[in-house]
C-alpha cells in the first residue's frame, strides 16, 4: 500500500490518497486534480444547483412555446387564479377548474348565463395547465367558420389534425345554443368522443343549459359531454357589466 499525499485543487487542504502498487496507475492519480471531501459536497451542490437553473430554464421555453400554440386569445393569457376575485359565485368554478389542471378531473363543463365569468376561469385552468402539458384552445364559432374553409386551406388543415388527435388536450370555449349546421355538430361530436376515448383532458364551457345542447347538438353530444365532464354551473350575473 502506497500513500500518496495531495492538495485539494480548490482549498489546498492535504489529502491523503491510497494506491496499491506504484505503477500507470498510480502516477495518474498523482497526476489528477483532486477535491477534499468537503470541496467535494461543495461542488456536487453547485453542479445540482446549475442543473435544476437549467431545467428551468428548459421549462420556460418550452411552456412559452406551448402558450403561443395554444391559441388562446392575448387578451386572456395573463388570466390566472390570482388576477380573478374569488367570491361565492365563481368559487365552485375556480376549484374544479384547478382540478382540471393539475389532472385531477379529465372533463369539465363550465356552464353559465354571458358575462358569468365562464371563459376567465376556463383560461385561469388553462393557463395554468399549460406549466404541465400543452393544449389547444378553440372559440367554437371560430373554430366552425374555420372548418368550413375550403379544401386544402393551411388553417383548416392544421385545425383537423389538431381536433382529430385525440391527445390533445382540448378547450372548447363557447358552445353557444345557435342552431347549428349537421356538418358543426360532426365536427364537433367527433373532438369530443376522441377525447373521451382516450382520457384526454377536456374543458368546455356553454350558456346553453344540458337540455338545449341536446335540442341543438343532438343527444350523442350532449350525453357525451355529460358523461365525461364535470358540469358547474357559475352563477355570476354580468361580470362584465358589473366591473363599470
Ligand atoms: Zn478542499
Known amino acids: 500500500m502506497v500513500i500518496t499525499e495531495k492538495e485539494c ?11 496499491a502498487e506504484p505503477g500507470r496507475f498510480a502516477d495518474l492519480l498523482t497526476r489528477m486534480a483532486i477535491l477534499c471531501d468537503s470541496c467535494e459536497v461543495i461542488e ?6 446549475l442543473r435544476e437553473a437549467r431545467e428551468a430554464e428548459q421549462k420556460a421555453i418550452l411552456r412559452e412555446r406551448w402558450v403561443k400554440e395554444s391559441g388562446i386569445p392575448d387578451t386572456l ?8 376575485d374569488r367570491d361565492e359565485a ?3 368554478g375556480l376549484d374544479a377548474g384547478k ?6 378531473i379529465l372533463g369539465l363543463l363550465l ?20 406549466y404541465r402539458a400543452p393544449l389547444r384552445w378553440f372559440s367554437v364559432s371560430k373554430m366552425l367558420a374555420q372548418a368550413r374553409a375550403g ?5 383548416r388543415e392544421d385545425l383537423y389534425d389538431v381536433l382529430l388527435n385525440p391527445r390533445v388536450a382540448l378547450v372548447l370555449d363557447d358552445i353557444d345554443k345557435s342552431n347549428p349546421t349537421a356538418f358543426a355538430s360532426e365536427i364537433l361530436f367527433q373532438a369530443i368522443d376522441e377525447r373521451i376515448n382516450y382520457g384526454t383532458p377536456l374543458l368546455v364551457t356553454t350558456n346553453a343549459t344540458y337540455v338545449e345542447l341536446e335540442e341543438s347538438y343532438g343527444e350523442p353530444i350532449a350525453s357525451r359531454l355529460g358523461g365525461y365532464c364535470q358540469p358547474v354551473k357559475m352563477l355570476g350575473g354580468d361580470r362584465r357589466l358589473a366591473k363599470k
Open 151 to 155: 379544401f386544402k386551406n393551411p388553417a
Open 99 to 104: 382540478a382540471w389542471a393539475t389532472g385531477h
Open 90 to 92: 365563481n368559487a365552485e
Open 44 to 49: 456536487e451542490a453547485e453542479l445540482t444547483r
Open 111 to 130: 356552464t353559465g348565463t354571458v358575462g358569468s365569468g365562464k371563459t376567465m376561469c376556463a383560461a385561469a385552468s388553462a393557463n395554468s395547465y399549460l
Open 77 to 84: 393569457r395573463d388570466c390566472n387564479s390570482t388576477t380573478l
Open 9 to 19: 485543487k480548490n482549498c489546498g487542504r492535504a489529502v491523503q490518497l491510497e494506491t
